[in-house]
């Protein structure tokens, strides 16, 4: 594809996915309501969430957070073994934001991808080894930030690097 920008002419390729059947977390849709791990001890949370230091975005399941009838942001990401080493930065984003505003508007959930366990070893980074809230959403990549409306109805969702002032700036209509 070629642009032109008054004398000047610029010149750029891209690459899309193609798949066959639906997208996982269609705008407009409903959000998968799917329990995930519960911790709020920096120890339980170590045994469902690979980064260092762990995040507070486990305190209530995903389930319960789109049935709560608040906004609900949710990042599907690995920080330790994500596929495209973008997963943690995500989730430090909407930690950023999550810090920032609390879950008294709104609930901030991180669905880990691969589950550390009581031993803290993560398995294997397979499409067997994924969480079943990540099997459930139907990604086959990471990292996903997706938001939900009161309702649990999906109003935005992001593949890959995304900054905290975008998460706020789609968050905001909703609240």
């Given at each position: 594809?070629?642009?032109?920008?008054?004398?000047?002419?610029?010149?750029?390729?891209?690459?899309?996915?193609?798949?066959?059947?639906?997208?996982?977390?269609?705008?407009?849709?409903?959000?998968?309501?799917?329990?995930?791990?519960?911790?709020?001890?920096?120890?339980?949370?170590?045994?469902?969430?690979?980064?260092?230091?762990?995040?507070?975005?486990?305190?209530?399941?995903?389930?319960?957070?789109?049935?709560?009838?608040?906004?609900?942001?949710?990042?599907?990401?690995?920080?330790?073994?994500?596929?495209?080493?973008?997963?943690?930065?995500?989730?430090?984003?909407?930690?950023?934001?999550?810090?920032?505003?609390?879950?008294?508007?709104?609930?901030?959930?991180?669905?880990?991808?691969?589950?550390?366990?009581?031993?803290?070893?993560?398995?294997?980074?397979?499409?067997?080894?994924?969480?079943?809230a990540f099997k459930a959403w139907g990604f086959d990549t990471d990292?996903?930030?997706?938001?939900?409306?009161?309702?649990?109805?999906?109003?935005?969702?992001?593949?890959?690097?995304?900054?905290?002032?975008?998460?706020?700036?789609?968050?905001?209509?909703?609240?």
């Open positions: 594809m070629t642009v032109a920008a008054g004398s000047r002419r610029f010149a750029g390729t891209g690459a899309l996915q193609a798949i066959s059947g639906a997208t996982p977390a269609q705008l407009g849709s409903k959000a998968i309501r799917v329990p995930t791990p519960v911790a709020t001890s920096v120890a339980k949370i170590k045994e469902i969430c690979t980064r260092t230091p762990v995040c507070d975005m486990h305190y209530a399941s995903l389930e319960d957070a789109l049935s709560s009838g608040k906004p609900t942001v949710i990042s599907f990401a690995t920080p330790l073994l994500c596929s495209t080493r973008t997963c943690g930065p995500v989730v430090d984003e909407q930690l950023l934001v999550f810090e920032g505003s609390g879950s008294g508007q709104a609930n901030f959930i991180h669905v880990e991808e691969f589950l550390p366990g009581k031993d803290l070893q993560p398995p294997p980074a397979t499409a067997e080894n994924l969480s079943p990292p996903w930030l997706v938001i939900a409306d009161k309702n649990g109805v999906i109003r935005f969702r992001c593949l890959g690097v995304i900054a905290a002032a975008e998460i706020q700036r789609a968050l905001e209509p909703l609240l």
